[in-house]
């Protein structure tokens, strides 16, 4: 039995969940931001409360490794990696612009195998994190800052519809004006 706790924080929102054996059976989340360093343990517990175990049967500890907000990538890799040593469990990092978009690839019905699949982090004024991948989850382009203006992802929309997502989507749908950008709010 494979019980595995998720720490998300690299974004505006504070995620705890658990899944065993690939599947969620407990979930926690709030999207008040700068809140992550005082509900990440509130949470856990809630969650472990909530899944009816204990933390000695946890399995590992899956944390969003970034790019996204530097405080709170702290806050959620120092939290797991304190588990993680007092545990005696495996620490494991997922991407977070890869976990974005496998998540939009799974639930979103009508995308094409051309489309562009490109999560996005805000990371303040008119710039973003981002990162493209294909339909079946395959980079096309790695994590990268990028500044936006109206020639921003030019040579990907000249060939490609491009789904943008992301707290970091709306300003650039909002510059960009082109047919071919679509965003998920």
Not at 15 to 23: F, N, P, T, V
Not at 29 to 37: A, D, L, M, R, T
Not at 161 to 169: E, I, N, Q, W, Y
Request: charged letters at 20%; aromatic letters at 6%.
């Amino acid at each position: 039995m494979a019980y595995i706790l998720s720490i998300e924080t690299a974004t505006k929102v504070c995620s705890i969940a658990i899944h065993h054996k690939g599947k969620l059976i407990a979930h926690k989340e709030s999207f008040v931001p700068n809140s992550h360093s005082e509900l990440i343990n509130i949470f856990i517990n809630e969650v472990l409360d909530e899944a009816k175990i204990l933390k000695k049967e946890l399995n590992a500890i899956c944390i969003s490794a970034g790019p996204g907000s530097y405080t709170g990538l702290r806050i959620g890799a120092s939290t797991a990696k304190g588990l993680c040593f007092a545990l005696e469990i495996p620490l494991i990092e997922i991407d977070t612009l890869r976990g974005m978009a496998q998540g939009v690839i799974e639930n979103t019905p009508n995308l094409t195998q051309s489309d562009v699949i490109c999560p996005m982090i805000d990371a303040r004024r008119m710039e973003i994190y981002c990162a493209y991948y294909n339909l079946n989850g395959e980079v096309i382009k790695p994590p990268h800052a990028k500044i936006v203006d109206e020639n921003s992802f030019s040579e990907t929309l000249l060939k490609h519809k491009m789904l943008m997502f992301g707290d970091g989507a709306a300003k650039c749908v909002a510059i960009l004006n082109n047919k071919n950008v679509y965003h998920l709010e």
